[in-house]
């Protein structure tokens, strides 16, 4: 009887010893998965293309295994369908268990995934969408790319500095071109400056002829320009067609017209137009050549833009938490998120703990040919810049 017991006691503990065994091996097997959701189709596919790579050019040069277990980057393309996003985080959340998500290529679709972020306790790094108000509608959100209110603010700035005075702004209609005509506007009326008409185009299939016809006829000392990535090179075209160029009014914008993906085919109407953005792929930096020519060579000679710094630092970002974790999700990897300071291939740049938003140099940029090429030469930067939006 004594004998049977613990011939059963050992068969047992084997037995658990055994299951032990295979659960914690089938677990150092588990992948650790990051769900990425990005415009790879639709009007915003270049952002997505950027992302996308710039993600795999970040793995690839800094392994792709954290506590021995390999990580595993899901891609899911929600063709700029907001309500496309929201389901695709629902699925990688729940389906996929995903410790963090990440991606978001414009504001909505940030928007529309943010519940879900909060509800699950899922760290969610916005790698593209720059609104400001986007940190705010989780606590578990985490920026890397950029905000308007940044970029609008350091323009308006410059023009003052530069005596133009009297201005036309023209924005994409939502909300990131929303806060890119206040907080440019707000800075120019309290440096002393007009802001003679606002303009706005639809985000969707914008028809930029007859805003431009408005801008001849108000003839501002400068025209101040917001669109989303993907955008600028169709305004180019109209604005130097409608010989906007040749009437004498300065083009000036936020970074994202003169984005590094298509300025090289923008032609001389792009050249001398100064804008202020946090990324140029003609960074001058160590840190920057290396990703730059790394990143050409895994693409076809493709150029990075802003977009795909955003996602390369928000990769190193999610990695590096992880790193801290041990692989782990949750409220422990969203503070492993903040507070990093590390060098951008932008420059130097810090996860605010306190608002999860980027703190970086905002740079004032002039296009030029350089070496054959249209580059957006930086030639003055405001340091360590916050987030405007965060000082209300
Ligand atoms: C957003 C999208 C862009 O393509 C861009 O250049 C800036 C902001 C956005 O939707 O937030």
């Known amino acids: 009887m004594q004998k049977r017991t613990t011939l059963r006691g050992i068969a047992a503990a084997t037995l658990t010893l055994g299951l032990g065994l295979a659960g914690s091996q089938a677990l150092a097997a588990d992948p650790i998965k990051i769900g990425l959701i990005l415009p790879m189709t639709g009007q915003q596919a270049t952002t997505g293309r950027q992302i996308d790579a710039a993600v795999k050019l970040y793995l690839a040069q800094n392994g792709n295994t954290i506590a021995g277990r390999k990580v595993e980057v899901i891609v899911k393309d929600d063709a700029t369908v907001p309500d496309t996003t929201r389901r695709l985080a629902q699925e990688l ?18 928007m529309a995934t943010a519940p879900i972020a909060t509800q699950s306790k899922t760290p969610m790094v916005v790698m593209a969408a720059a609104t400001s108000a986007i940190t705010e509608a989780s606590p578990f959100v985490v920026r ?10 350091a323009m308006a700035e410059w023009a003052n500095k530069n005596k133009i005075k009297k201005v036309v702004t023209l924005v994409s209609d939502y909300a990131p071109g929303i806060d890119a005509e206040r907080y440019f506007a707000d800075r120019m009326v309290l440096n002393g400056g007009t802001v003679v008409d606002k303009l706005r185009t ?25 669109l989303p990535s993907g955008q600028g090179a169709a305004f180019m075209k109209q604005f130097a067609e409608r010989g906007l160029d040749k009437a004498g009014i300065r083009l000036i914008g936020t970074g994202d017209i003169t984005d590094d993906d298509q300025l090289n085919d923008m032609g001389d109407v792009a050249l001398g137009v100064v804008t202020a953005h946090h990324y140029s ?10 990703f730059v020519d790394a990143f050409k060579k895994a693409n076809n ?3 990075p833009n802003f977009m795909a710094v955003g996602g390369y630092d928000g990769m190193r970002v999610i990695m590096e938490a992880l790193k801290v974790t041990k692989g782990a999700g949750g409220e422990a990897l969203l ?9 951008s291939p932008r420059g130097q740049v810090l996860i605010d703990a306190q608002t999860r ?12 040919r350089v070496g054959g090429e249209l580059h957006n030469v930086e030639f003055d930067a405001i340091k360590a810049m916050k987030d405007p939006g965060k000082q209300k």
Request: aromatic letters at 10%; proline letters at 7%; a positive charge.
């Open 202 to 226: 639809p985000l969707r299939s914008p028809d930029f002829a007859p805003v431009l016809q408005k801008v001849r006829d108000a003839a501002p000392e400068a025209l101040y320009v917001f």
């Open 281 to 290: 792929a003609n960074h001058k930096s160590a840190a920057n050549q290396k």
């Open 357 to 368: 938003d980027i703190v970086h140099d905002m740079y004032f940029r002039k296009v030029e």
């Open 335 to 343: 503070n492993a998120m903040k507070g990093q300071v590390f060098e």
């Open 93 to 110: 959340v729940v389906q996929e268990k995903v410790v963090a998500l990440a991606g978001f290529g414009i504001t909505p679709a940030a």
């Open 144 to 153: 890397t790319s950029f905000t308007l209110p940044q970029a609008a603010v």
């Open 301 to 303: 000679g493709m150029r």
